[in-house]
T-cell receptor, first 114, second 110 residues
Framework: NAGVTQTPKFQVLKTGQSMTLQCAQD?????MYWYRQDPGMGLRLIYY???????DKGEVPNGYNVSRLNKREFSLRLESAAPSQTSVYFC?????????????FGPGTRLTVL | QQPVQSPQAVILREGEDAVINCSSS?????VHWYRQKHGEAPVFLMI?????EQKGHEKISASFNEKKQQSSLYLTASQLSYSGTYFC???????????FGAGTILRVKS
């Protein structure tokens, strides 16, 4: 039982490059989330998916796209990376609804955009 | 509508107590508490729901004042392992979105 896994753990991009962050969970959760964490700002929700086939914007969706590939997997794509997207990205999952249930976080991806 | 946490940081000696507060300007459905150690993922501590229901670890104590939209996390007889950053996350409705506060850094010294 691995919980929530994320790949890659670290990534360095140049401005304008694209990449996809992968996330998978093995807890049969309906809800999945992508957060970014910047120093002094806590966790900010980028996108979330309440169930397979649905996605919704969070607080800071600009510059990102997501895909809920199936119940297990939820990916985050940066089409044209910018230095402002340098951050630590966490994926999380929970039973639905998230407001009533514990979120389980993955280990994070540390992204640097030069 | 990011919740406001206080204090921003606190330093304790082992065995001392601490209270971390989380307040919102909007009516809340639930308040979540997480702890994050440096370089690691946040870990769940507790959920407090409108109406009085609580879910979480037995050793963690917290309160939720629905009228004031405030929650407090009580850390008693602190141990070195309590060190980390504590985040509250708030939900205004029955749904999936949480908004997290900026965090409270707790350091416990021996």
């Amino acid at each position: 039982n691995a919980g929530v896994t994320q790949t890659p753990k670290f990534q360095v991009l140049k401005t304008g490059q694209s990449m996809t962050l992968q996330c998978a969970q093995d807890m049969n959760h309906n809800s999945m989330y992508w957060y970014r964490q910047d120093p002094g700002m806590g966790l900010r929700l980028i996108y979330y998916s309440a169930s397979e086939g649905t996605t919704d914007k969070g607080e800071v969706p600009n510059g990102y796209n997501v895909s809920r590939l199936n119940k297990r997997e939820f990916s985050l794509r940066l089409e044209s990376a910018a230095p402002s997207q340098t951050s630590v990205y966490f994926c999380a999952s929970s039973d639905s609804p998230g407001a009533r249930n514990e979120q389980f976080f993955g280990p994070g991806t540390r992204l640097t955009v030069l | 509508q990011q919740p406001v946490q206080s204090p921003q940081a606190v330093i304790l000696r082992e065995g001392e107590d601490a209270v971390i507060n989380c307040s919102s300007s909007k009516a809340l459905y639930s308040v979540h508490w997480y702890r994050q150690k440096h370089g690691e993922a946040p870990v769940f501590l507790m959920i407090l729901l409108k109406g009085g229901e609580q879910k979480g670890h037995e050793k963690i104590s917290a309160s939720f004042n629905e009228k004031k939209q405030q929650s407090s996390l009580y850390l008693t007889a602190s141990q070195l392992s309590y060190s980390g950053t504590y985040f509250c996350g708030t939900a205004m409705e029955y749904g999936n979105k949480l908004v997290f506060g900026a965090g409270t850094i707790l350091r416990v010294k021996s």
